[in-house]
């Protein structure tokens, strides 16, 4: 299970070649949440999300290993752009088995990025086997999304990040708001922020319809979502809880919040207009909570991804 | 006149106070222009632009000086919001005189960093005179946009980042392209870049129409901008190349370039969709260049501001 050590272990291997992205602030937010706000801006991340983290840490650890034939895993969104790069950076061949009906921009920018990409059709085809054949065939590793104990420690190195930020930015106390689909960034950063800034406390934040983890912290066991389409936040929607996550959020988290889609898209134009950043929904969802629910003292939100189609944003900011 | 040893203790003032921005990449722009593009974010700077640097070190400077009761500035932009907030952190009061047509969210956003807005009426009111008066009665020290020695070493720490950050990537040899209106920004990276990275030469990047300096560069003499209005790109609008930042540029710099509107447009829709940034069109003339104007090796594009408003940002992503 991923603990602090390995999380410094995958600093070192990101170090170089992730980017160390901003701790940014607006007085304007500010005055909004009545709190000082502090935004982890994970948008300017290679591929404009956290997902370059775990993908990068998780491919180094299996080069490694020597099981470094290639790369496979199965995405449409930030983790296929994230594990493409990373991938190519170090020199090894992937292959992302992305749906056949995924947005054709997401297909070309995930193939820019050096990745063969294997479609399949969601109605009659089984995901799981068509990657277990190619994986056997060609001897290729599967770079998980997020129950995967190195990807979960590459994810925690926006923790450690967080820690040394706020430490310089005099913050000793302070909630920590994450974006949670299945829990990588949120456990990663929670078990780096255990080891190093004991003072923090990290909630998973959520769509609103589609909050599997809040419910399953209520429940004390792990509850499932209805759907799993039909929010624009679909970048963080996963059916439940992972294996591994789950007992790091459990143990350390405080309770979850759930935000609406309105929500969201403010909190984007928000950031749009005072940070300078772009933000997806679901990577919104943290500064959200942090803006329009109440608390106390300073609360940095993790804004975990920026890849959001024009449209998209144009919608937010003509709210 | 501003010289490496004043930019030097102007990073020393700004260190804690500043950002250090992010320089920025991606491979999708690096297949446009056909070479390594970077990017430094200035608009992650506090108040969106890199105004806040210059600012921050002439009051820093003013107070040491002893003259501190208060500060005064004209402008309608990014110059007002950086001296508002510097002012305001440094326990000092701003006066900002401003055009009474001026956009209200321009006249807001700065009384909301704790400046005194003056408004004046462009068409009977001499703004100069105005502001000498203030001055005057209420002892007030005068922050110049552009033509001020300790306000040209402030945006030259976006110099001293560069080299640094440059070295860190491995480049040593590069074309660095800047936003320049009055050539604050401009000539303070120049003279920071002569010192610590004597491999790259500075181009100033101007509006197509507004191209006082780049036309002054071909005649060997200061030339006027025949008009002062009518750009998108109107943070970066002056009359004419400054009394100080002229002959640094004449020395230092390259051949500048001059951009269409529509090619900012364009940089701004893809500073959005791959480093998932906010630009405004003056902010986004450098990258412009860097993108769409050939060269050779790397190319450091400096986005110096992103305070646009929204229906501005949906025309660029409409294009």
């Known amino acids: 299970m991923t603990d602090i050590h390995m999380i410094d272990a995958a600093a070192g291997r ?7 992205t901003p701790l940014l602030s607006s007085p304007f937010l500010d005055e909004i949440a009545g709190r000082p706000v502090f935004v982890k801006a994970e948008c300017l991340q290679h591929t404009g999300s956290f997902k370059f983290r775990g993908a990068w840490n ?15 895993a199965f ?3 930030n983790h296929a752009q994230g594990v493409a790069l990373a991938a190519r950076l170090q020199g090894l061949p992937s292959v992302i088995v992305m749906p056949a009906d995924a947005p054709a921009i997401k297909i070309e920018n995930t193939r820019a990025l050096g990745a063969e990409v294997v479609p399949y059709d969601r109605a009659t085809e089984d995901r799981d086997e068509i990657g277990a054949r190619l994986a056997r065939e060609r001897g290729l ?5 997020f129950d995967m104990a190195e990807v979960i420690a590459g994810q925690g190195t926006s923790g450690l990040e967080i820690a040394e930020q706020a430490a310089e930015a005099g913050i000793d106390r302070a909630q920590v708001l994450v974006p949670c689909g299945g829990g990588g960034l949120t456990s990663g950063i929670a078990l780096a922020l255990e080891a ?3 003072g923090f406390t990290v909630h998973p934040v959520e769509p609103e319809g589609f909050d599997d983890v809040l419910r399953s912290q209520k429940a004390g066991t792990r509850q499932r979502n209805e ?13 439940t809880p992972g294996d591994l996550t789950w007992p790091v959020i459990q143990r350390l988290c405080g309770e979850g919040f759930a935000v609406s889609e309105d929500e969201a898209l403010k909190a984007m134009a928000l950031a749009f207009d005072r940070l300078k950043i772009v933000l997806e929904p679901g990577g919104a969802v943290a500064l959200a909570a942090a803006l329009f629910r109440p608390g106390e003292g300073p609360v940095i939100a993790v ?11 144009a919608r937010a900011l003509s709210q």
Do not use: F, W
């Open 14 to 20: 990101l170090s170089g070649h992730a980017r160390r």
């Open 58 to 72: 998780a491919i180094s650890a299996l080069r490694e290993a020597g099981e470094s034939k290639g790369i496979i």
């Open 75 to 77: 995405s449409s969104g």
């Open 141 to 145: 590793s599967l770079v998980k999304p």
């Open 196 to 198: 190093r800034a004991p």
């Open 227 to 239: 759907r799993l389409s039909g929010s624009i936040c679909d970048a963080i929607i996963t059916p």
């Open 303 to 313: 804004a975990s991804g920026g890849n959001v189609d024009r449209a998209m944003m």
